[in-house]
């Protein structure tokens, strides 16, 4: 299985596992994590200041390689869009994904168009999507 992540906060092996179809283990899974560069609220994202939200993309694409890979699965990561639809149209491009992933936090949580919407992934990009919760800070 081609995996497509997309989160907004590192991930690990357990909670994939939570969330793949059929008992699929991570490890045996091909993935990409997609780490958008989300804004922290709209004054930011309307002012044009991307230096944090990509610099915290990053953090999130390396941390998540990182801890995945201790824990045994194969995953390549990528920052992405600030538009979570666009970065998963931008990886679908190089990755022939599978199945989507998108983590979230709770609505109370949420940064700055981190509310994805499943069925529109599904149906622009004809994938399965699970939705996930992230755990809360």
């Not at 997309?6 to 994590?33: F, K, N, Y």
């Not at 044009?48 to 990509?54: G, Q």
């Amino acid at each position: 299985m081609k995996l497509l992540v997309l989160t907004s906060e590192p991930i690990t092996a357990d909670q994939l596992r939570d969330v793949l179809p059929d008992g699929t283990e991570p490890q045996d899974a091909e993935v990409m994590v997609v780490a958008p560069a989300l804004h922290k609220n709209a004054l930011r994202f309307w002012v044009s200041d991307a230096d944090d939200a990509i610099e915290r993309a990053d953090e999130v694409r390396r941390q998540s390689v990182e801890q995945l890979g201790d824990e045994g699965v194969s995953a390549a990561a990528d920052t992405g869009e600030s538009d979570p639809e666009d970065a998963v149209e931008d990886a679908l491009k190089t990755f022939a994904a599978d199945h989507i992933v998108v983590f979230t936090h709770a609505a109370s949580e949420q940064r700055y168009r981190e509310d994805v919407d499943s069925g529109e992934l599904r149906e622009r990009f004809g994938i399965p999507v699970t939705m996930a919760r992230l755990p809360a800070s």
